[in-house]
């Protein structure tokens, strides 16, 4: 790797190698992409889809089915579904119904309840409606427990709960064009009646197991993260897991999930094992309880401000003040354009596409180094220390952000077992195989994350029949197909809200915000003109079809030499089939704007009414 004299002076010492630490990460990449990809995985269906029961059910609801005809139903009450209940009910809409598979709003709030669950984008941005509720978050960084109860304060607040349909699926959805309305089937045999619907499936609901040999075979307890089994383990989402005591534990999986619960698994198991295929990033938490002081000084108008400054920052732009100040703003000041952005003023021009892109990559071997070095700090263990460094750039993977974790490999209770970049091999009936070794356990936990690479009605559990019988699925075969990310040409009056041609930012709900007033402007708009169906014209989305293909090949590169994981496909495609390719490649805070610029036209462009 040469580097460029000007990149050099901006860098400053470079007290690495970059060429060999790019030969490192180029090598781990390969040995661990795989050729079946995202298919490696096991679906949660059939013999295993009890993974996917709900443990958390306190009362069964018994009711019979509905016939009956609602304006507006939203799908998922998790932030989508309750921001769009929020921002639709704000805009006086009365007739609403909210339907979801588990027995309480919080989506992956609802279901992510595993010991030290918690969400690692600080919660003053990450909650929404805090002032609208009058809502403090106890901490800078909240436990899922809070998250939970907030969840279910929103859907107090906006009375989401009435006529809401809990422990109710979707199986079927299909429009009547003579009538203008969704025919909506259900699990329950509802075949209830909306004229809109807002579809917040979620977009990491669906949990998915390793693809291992022998996974039916193990005879020992097992479970997903996101159905924690607390009546095996004891305890709850604080810990105190009392079950474990004389139990041994092995946990596959350490994702920013692995990361978070294995600390409680090896403060109470009698033995844990954790089987490691890449170690994730793991930075500064600095969490700390809310500051009274700090509180109550706060001006009307605050939250918005926050989420404002702190998009603006994770987006590489420049803040004057940083009002988070925490590990997310930290590495994308370190590592992403404003690096590029601060060489530029120093040199007095733009920086040319290749300076930028190496400069970039410096400041990124840097950040990893201070993150490997972290391991090297913390964990007393000099080989165990070496096993847990990343060895990839800091967004191949998602950070993690954990004070806890790396220290837990000093307990004598706990051993982390590498698999080399290979994998867990095989399980038997009495445990997990990791090259060639068996290492028996009582309990497997499965950390392994959910289905990305599956297709969007995949995942949902159900497809859609929109006009003159096409399916969502067939309409999509090729890769998505929306107007601004929330209409299909030939689904009138639905909107796909989450992750469809989207903008996407560090505050997921920040982006569902926007979302749902998207979706209450247009919704009253067609209040105003007295139409009742609305549609993406097929040429509005063609246009936008051939805006998200042109700027996706934003990231393209960067996500091919990365180390595989649901970011790029696995590793087999770059950035095709993974997580960000059918993204708006100019970012959030241009499509946030685009949004409101459109809304300001007030002309739908792109959309027929009628
Ligand atoms: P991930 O998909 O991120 O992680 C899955 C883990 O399972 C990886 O470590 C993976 O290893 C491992 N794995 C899969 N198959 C095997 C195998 N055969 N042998 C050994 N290991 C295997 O799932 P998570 O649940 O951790 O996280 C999903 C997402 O949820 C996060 O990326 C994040 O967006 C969100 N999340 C957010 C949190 C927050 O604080 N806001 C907290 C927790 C989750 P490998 O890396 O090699 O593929």
Known sequence: MKIDPTVQEMFGEMDFDPTALKAKYLAERDRRVRPDGSTQYQEVTAEFSHYVDDPYVEQPIERAPLFDTVEIAIIGGGFGGLLAGARLREAGFKDLR?????ADFGGTWYWNRYPGAMCDVESYCYLPLLEELGYMPKHKYSFAAEIL???????RHFDLYDNACLQTSVTDMSWDEAEGYWTISTDRGDKMRARYVAMANGPLSRPKLPGIEGI??????TFHTSRWDYNYTGGNSSGNLTGLKDKRVGIIGTG?????????LGEWAQQLYVFQRTPSSIDERNNHETDPDWAASLEPGWQQERMDNFNVLVSGGHQDVDLINDGWTDIMRNVTGTVAKSASQKLGRRLTKIERAQLMELCDFRKMNQVRERAEELVADPTVAEALKPWYRQFCKRPCFHDEYLPTYNRDNVALIDSDGKGVERLTENGVVVNGVEYEVDCLVFATGFEVGTSYTKRAGYDITGRDGKTLSNHWAEGLRTHQGLQSHGFPNCFFMGFTQTAITVNVPHALNEQAKHIAY???????RNAKVVEATAEGEQAYV??????????ARFYAECTPGYYNGEGTSGNRGGFFSDMYGDGSIRFFKVLEKWR????LNGLALR
């Open 600 to 603: 300001a036209a007030g002309d």
């Open 216 to 221: 039916n075979e193990f005879k020992g307890h």
């Open 149 to 155: 109860e907030h969840s279910k304060r929103i859907a």
């Open 522 to 528: 247009i919704l009253s708009e067609l209040r105003e």
């Open 256 to 264: 920013a999930t692995g990361v978070q619960c294995i600390p409680h």
């Open 546 to 555: 051939d805006e998200i293909r042109a700027k996706a090949t934003v990231g």
């Open 98 to 102: 909210v339907i979801e598979k588990a």
